[in-house]
Every structure is written in C-alpha cells, then in structure tokens.
C-alpha cells in the first residue's frame, strides 16, 4: 500500500508560481498513474494534472493548461505540479491520488485509490 504526503504550498501574490510535491512512502510510484485535484471552499473537487506510470503521458485540465505542469522523478518516488502565473482562483486544497497504472489517464476522483492529505495553497490579489 501506497501513502502519499503533500509539501510546497503555502500562501504567494497572484502571478507568483509553485511548486508541490507528492511524495510516496511504502511503496515507489514506479506503477502508478498520479494526479492532482483542488478543492474550494464550498466547490466540488476538480481534476487539475494527472501522469501516467512513466511519465510519457500527460494531461491537465482546460482551466490550467498553459501555467499549470506535472512531472515525476521516479527516482525520488514524487510527482510535482508546477504551477505558474498563479491567479487567486487557484486558491484551493490540493491534494494528489494515485491508482494502478491504466491504458488512459483517468480524471475522475472516484478512480484513484490512494490519497494525501492535502496542501493549502492560497493566492492573494
């Protein structure tokens, strides 16, 4: 079993960039598909970035693509999410999820098994 730990958010003025980490213990990510949700207070949690298993394939949502990346080190078993030009609506809780790697990257929250706990990040005007 796969635990994932959140770091790197934190509070940065709008245009500023981040970047988190997702980093796993009991197990290397080497076999799983990871991605990145946000949630809002008051909102639905949305699909942000998802890589597959060797990090050949991505895909990231309409709302973030062109400032939004995500990348992995399979050596250090941790996927990133590189945020830039950061806007105060991407204030939110992220948090990453994983699940055995797939024949397609999966943005349904319901179809990841693993999940962090989750890191604020918090963009002020």
């Known amino acids: 079993q796969v635990q994932l730990v959140e770091s790197g958010g934190g509070l940065v003025q709008a245009g500023g960039s981040l970047r988190l980490s997702c980093a796993a213990s009991?197990?290397?990510?080497?076999?799983?598909?990871v991605a990145w949700f946000r949630q809002a207070p008051g909102k639905e949690r949305d699909f942000v970035a998802a890589?597959?298993?060797?990090?050949?394939?991505?895909n990231t949502a309409d709302s973030v693509k062109g400032r939004i990346t995500v990348s992995r080190d399979s050596a250090k078993s941790t996927v990133y999410l590189h945020m830039n030009s950061l806007i105060p609506e991407d204030t939110a809780v992220y948090c990453c999820?994983?699940?055995?790697?797939?024949?397609?990257?999966?943005?349904?929250?319901?179809?990841?098994?693993?999940w962090g706990q989750g890191t604020q990040v918090t963009v002020s005007s």
């Open positions: 890589i597959n298993w060797s990090g050949g394939i991505t």
């Open positions: 999820a994983a699940v055995d790697w797939g024949v397609r990257l999966r943005e349904k929250s319901g179809e990841y098994r693993y």
């Open positions: 009991g197990s290397t990510l080497s076999t799983y598909d």
